[in-house]
Structure formats: structure tokens, C-alpha cells
């Protein structure tokens, strides 16, 4: 009996973790930014308040729900402008000073899932929308490939990033390494050469666009 007793108890412990770690939100991810981040130490502390001020995060929902509104299949993306270089070397923080965003919502959400979708990217990702500028509506495209790590994102002609695997031709002083981690909380991330990295909307008082550098990252999220 007591046996018995022990052995439920452990099954309710289990499923009660599980219940307390399930995921309310899934789905794809993809970032660039206007440095590298796959990169070596001589690379990133040249670049270091020159570059990187300038970064595209988007979310692409496979299946979840958030304040209780179900959001598969529908996308978001937040532009950031910061005084100074953006990310985390997984030490210290850099220091970017202010930071304005713009906030894309997939056209295809409902009221209500425009709403949630918002309320996700500002708890997502809170540090860089404190200060949100504009949140527009575009038709919003993203796809990610793990496989060949080839990323696409695209929002109207106000942004888009496009992403191919790393080769080794890509690697100049042999010494490179994911030097910045993604800016937001993501699993199963890697890094990747952006083929581009645009945004051309006239909200947050600049545009930029950039080609050719090791600037950023496929991954997933899970919340």
C-alpha cells in the first residue's frame, strides 16, 4: 500500500510539472541586427558603439494562445533604434542608452488578436518597447528553414530579412564564435549571414539597410 501510495504521489508530482511548464505560445523566430554577431573578439570591440544600434526581431505563432486569445498562424515584429550597440555577450550587457521601437502586427489579426499580439511582443520583449513609437498593421510573411538555416521575413516593403547558412569562407580571423546571444528568450537558436537586413518605414526617424554580414539568428520560442 505504501508502494502504491508513493507511486501516485510521483505520478501527480509529473503531471502536475508538466501542467506548470507547458507551453501557452510556440513557434518561429527570426533576428538580425547591423553588426555581427557571429564574430571574433577584435571584430565585435571594433564595431562596439559604431554598429548595432539597429535590430528586427519577429515572432512567427505555429499554435498558442495568449490572454486567452489564440493566435496560430499570425506574426509580429519590433524594430529597435538605440543610441549605442545593442545585445548581451553573454557577460555583460552592452550599454545602448535610449532605444525606440516600432511594433508590426500581422494584418490578418481580429481586434482582439491584434491586441493580444501586441501584449505578447511588449512581454516578450520588454526592454526594447518600453518606448514604442508607432504599431502599425503590414501582411507579415516568416519562415524558417533549421535545416539549411535559410530565414525569411517579410513585411510589406516596410521590412524584411534574409538569412543563408554560415560557410566556412565566412569565418576572416578563424577565431569566431556566437559573440552576442539572441536579444530575446529563444531555444534551439544558431546564427546565420544575412543576405539582408532592411526597414524602410519612416516612424522611428531612420532607415537602414544592410548586406552581407554575420548578423543573425534562426531559432524558436516557447512560453
Known amino acids: 500500500m505504501k508502494t502504491l501510495k508513493l507511486g501516485l504521489l510521483a505520478a501527480l508530482v509529473l503531471s502536475l510539472g508538466q501542467v506548470a511548464f ?9 533576428e538580425a541586427r547591423t553588426c555581427n ?3 571574433g573578439p ?13 535590430a528586427l526581431m519577429a515572432w512567427k505563432v505555429d499554435k ?23 545585445g548581451d555577450d553573454g557577460v555583460f550587457p552592452m550599454m545602448a542608452g535610449r532605444m525606440a521601437a516600432v511594433v508590426l502586427i500581422d494584418e490578418k489579426a481580429s481586434t482582439e488578436q491584434h491586441a493580444a499580439l501586441l501584449a505578447f511582443v511588449k512581454e516578450t520583449a520588454k526592454v526594447y518597447t518600453e518606448n514604442v513609437l508607432k504599431v502599425r498593421s503590414v501582411p507579415i510573411e516568416l519562415k524558417n528553414d533549421h535545416v539549411a538555416h535559410v530565414g525569411s521575413f517579410r513585411a510589406g516593403d516596410v521590412a524584411a530579412i534574409e538569412t543563408r547558412k554560415l560557410k566556412f ?9 556566437v559573440f552576442y546571444q539572441p536579444l530575446t528568450k529563444v531555444e534551439n537558436e544558431s ?17 537602414f539597410t544592410n548586406r552581407g554580414i554575420r548578423s543573425a539568428f534562426l531559432a524558436t520560442f516557447r512560453k
Open 37 to 39: 554577431v557571429y564574430t
Open 191 to 207: 546564427p546565420a549571414y544575412s543576405k539582408l537586413l532592411t526597414y524602410q518605414g519612416q516612424d522611428l526617424g531612420t532607415r
Open 42 to 54: 577584435c571584430f565585435a570591440n571594433a564595431e562596439l558603439s559604431l554598429a548595432g544600434k539597429e
Open 64 to 86: 498558442g494562445e495568449w490572454n486567452n486569445i489564440k493566435l496560430d498562424g499570425l506574426a509580429a515584429a519590433v524594430i529597435v533604434k538605440a543610441e549605442g550597440t545593442l
Open 169 to 177: 569562407s565566412d569565418c576572416v580571423c578563424t577565431n569566431e564564435t
Open 22 to 30: 507547458a507551453a501557452k505560445i510556440t513557434g518561429e523566430y527570426l
